[in-house]
């Protein structure tokens, strides 16, 4: 390997260099990361709020059809795991799944979003079709986590087969999370202004056709806007809000045609990011090697539980991730509560909201990550992990505290500033302790290879997206709980998208109060909870990071007498 094609310098260790990837294979590794993370987020970001604020299939039943799924998919990742770790070809023992699993993840992606019409939750509404929309939602969920695992592990996995220096490692892992951040933050920053601003174009042109002509679709938006004004201006002057109800009143035309424009921008937009994601993806498979050889020894199913288990590093990072759940909230809501509470609806103000709040957050996590090697010099994994987690829970608590303030005025410009600065700090601490889970599993894999002599990889990172997958599905159990608590949820839902598609604000109307607390309560109070939770298992980790380094040079030394 010539040193100019080398992404890192080589390190000598009894006279033998190394061995790790080039310039050109980290950088197409990063941009199949990118890719696999647009393909990820426009299901985890889009999807859950598609089913139930598009679709109008009940709380409830989307927080069960994603529980259920994620549950499913997180078991189906140690299986995956065990499968990639006793896999064998000449190609390596992860490459053959890069290599032919990003088209059809794409595929079914859009599937998703695929669908036989909106759920109907009203007296005589046709109970067949809201099963078929509902199982129809499931199946392709279902198909498309399973899919998508048989592309995750061997994702994550490659990591620790392409470099035998730690630091390359930690390197790539800590640019991997960047790219995946990268690759999230355009999807969560983009696909839902991207598909409001394609339903809004949609919706004229369905508008037409119901109203029978461009004339009286015009009079039928002009007569909902004056109905608008005149509520907001006598309400705004002291008259009771009992007193106004009629302006509140939706033409059914109107309403259809919102709900049917915003339907098809969804998928059209799930079909844009999805081809891009997808493409992006599998330029990672034919570019990369393989060079830290696999252990001879295979494993079953069942003995790789048992290994994740009895690896004592290992099971308090499993229970750390399971204990933190309730952190997963915020992206589950970050979404509709932008939506609904900030912007209305608008594409443009969802657009530009997105970025100013969600961008505070992204911001924080992209450079924690790109930090976090260099805090490592500073601090032990473990102290960082830690107190990450504790430091968060300030400002997810400020966020309510917030609300409670001033709870329909915060879109003002100072409380758009504060808004940020908390969603920046939230965000260091969720980058940075993302990234150290991936070190920390990087470690085990070390540990139970000098221990046992396995290097069991795909199953460790297997546990991974195990831990990622469990935590999610507890979340959306929550959220689905919290959603039907404050009962914002089907007529609910389609009765404030009726509101918003006739011109009004749904933070402005006094029957929709606990509609918009619920979404600022799900975004602080349950992952204020999870930071503190989180840290239980791992305030005594047992791996520190002088063992881990002493571990790991005596499993080079190793390597070097089986390569003489």
């Known amino acids: 390997?010539?040193?100019?094609?080398?992404?890192?310098?080589?390190?000598?260790?009894?006279?033998?260099?190394?061995?790790?990837?080039?310039?050109?294979?980290?950088?197409?590794?990063?941009?199949?990361?990118?890719?696999?993370?647009?393909?990820?987020?426009?299901?985890?970001?889009?999807?859950?709020?598609?089913?139930?604020?598009?679709?109008?299939?009940?709380?409830?039943?989307?927080?069960?059809?994603?529980?259920?799924?994620?549950?499913?998919?997180?078991?189906?990742?140690?299986m995956m795991g065990t499968i990639v770790d006793r896999t064998r070809t000449?190609?390596?023992?992860?490459?053959?799944?890069?290599?032919?699993?990003?088209?059809?993840?794409?595929?079914i992606t859009i599937l998703c979003f695929v669908n036989f019409g909106f759920y109907d939750a009203s007296e005589g509404a046709n109970v067949a079709l809201n099963v078929i929309i509902v199982a129809w939602a499931a199946f392709t969920y279902i198909l498309w986590g399973m899919t998508y695992t048989v592309g995750d592990i061997p994702l994550w996995g490659v990591t620790a087969l392409m470099t035998e220096d730690e630091k390359d490692r930690n390197k790539l892992l800590s640019l991997a999370r960047i790219a995946g951040g990268i690759g999230a933050g355009i999807t969560m920053l983009a696909v839902q202004p991207l598909a409001l601003a394609i339903g809004g174009m949609i919706t004229e042109k369905i508008g037409v056709n119901l109203a029978g002509s461009l004339e009286a679709w015009e009079a039928l938006k002009q007569s909902s806007v004056m109905n608008s004004e005149i509520f907001a201006t006598q309400l705004a002057q002291g008259v009771?809000?009992?007193?106004?109800?009629?302006?509140?009143?939706?033409?059914?035309?109107?309403?259809?045609?919102?709900?049917?424009?915003?339907?098809?921008?969804?998928?059209?937009?799930?079909?844009?990011?999805?081809?891009?994601?997808?493409?992006?993806?599998?330029?990672?498979?034919?570019?990369?090697?393989?060079r830290v050889a696999p252990s001879e020894e295979k494993h079953s199913l069942k003995e790789n539980f048992q290994l994740m288990w009895k690896n004592k590093p290992f099971r308090q990072i499993l229970l750390s991730g399971i204990l933190g759940s309730p952190k997963q909230l915020l992206s589950l809501a970050a979404?509709?509560?932008?939506?609904?509470?900030?912007?209305?609806?608008?594409?443009?103000?969802?657009?530009?909201?997105?970025?100013?709040?969600?961008?505070?957050?992204?911001?924080?996590?992209?450079?924690?990550?790109?930090?976090?090697?260099?805090?490592?010099?500073?601090?032990s994994k473990k102290d960082l992990y830690n107190y990450s987690n504790l430091i968060s829970v300030i400002p997810f608590l400020l966020i309510y505290f917030a609300y409670l303030i001033d709870p329909r005025g915060l879109i003002a410009w100072y409380w758009i500033a504060i808004f940020f600065v908390l969603f920046l700090f939230a965000g260091a601490a969720t980058g940075i302790t993302g990234v150290l889970q991936s070190y920390m599993i990087a470690d085990c894999i070390d540990y139970e290879e000098y221990h046992n002599g396995i290097r069991p990889d795909g199953a460790f990172f297997a546990g991974q997206t195990f831990i990622a997958k469990l935590t999610a599905g507890i979340a959306t159990i929550l959220s689905g709980i919290f959603y039907a608590i404050y009962g914002f949820s089907d007529a609910a839902v389609d009765k404030v998208n009726n509101y918003i598609s006739a011109g009004l604000i749904p933070r402005e109307i006094n029957e929709f109060d606990p509609y918009m607390r619920v979404l600022f309560v799900i975004v602080s109070i349950p992952p204020a909870i999870g930071c503190i939770l989180s840290v239980i298992p791992t305030w005594k980790y047992c791996l520190d990071d002088k063992e881990h380094e002493r571990i790991l040079n005596e499993l080079n030394l190793r390597r070097a007498k089986l390569d003489q």
């Open 90 to 107: 000449k190609w390596g023992k992860c490459r053959p799944y890069l290599l032919y699993v990003p088209m059809p993840i794409m595929i």
């Open 1 to 78: 390997m010539e040193n100019e094609t080398v992404a890192t310098s080589e390190v000598l260790q009894e006279g033998r260099a190394l061995k790790t990837y080039t310039i050109k294979e980290r950088n197409l590794y990063l941009l199949g990361m990118v890719g696999q993370n647009i393909i990820y987020n426009v299901i985890g970001a889009a999807l859950a709020y598609y089913l139930q604020f598009t679709l109008l299939i009940p709380a409830i039943a989307v927080s069960a059809i994603m529980a259920v799924a994620r549950v499913w998919d997180a078991l189906n990742d140690p």
């Open 240 to 290: 009771p809000y009992d007193q106004l109800t009629k302006y509140l009143e939706v033409d059914p035309t109107l309403a259809e045609a919102t709900r049917q424009g915003e339907r098809w921008g969804f998928l059209i937009a799930a079909v844009i990011f999805s081809v891009i994601g997808g493409a992006l993806f599998q330029l990672c498979g034919p570019s990369i090697k393989e």
């Open 335 to 379: 979404m509709p509560l932008i939506t609904y509470y900030f912007a209305s609806k608008d594409a443009f103000m969802a657009l530009v909201y997105m970025a100013l709040l969600g961008g505070g957050m992204f911001v924080g996590m992209f450079v924690a990550m790109a930090l976090c090697p260099k805090l490592l010099t500073k601090f």
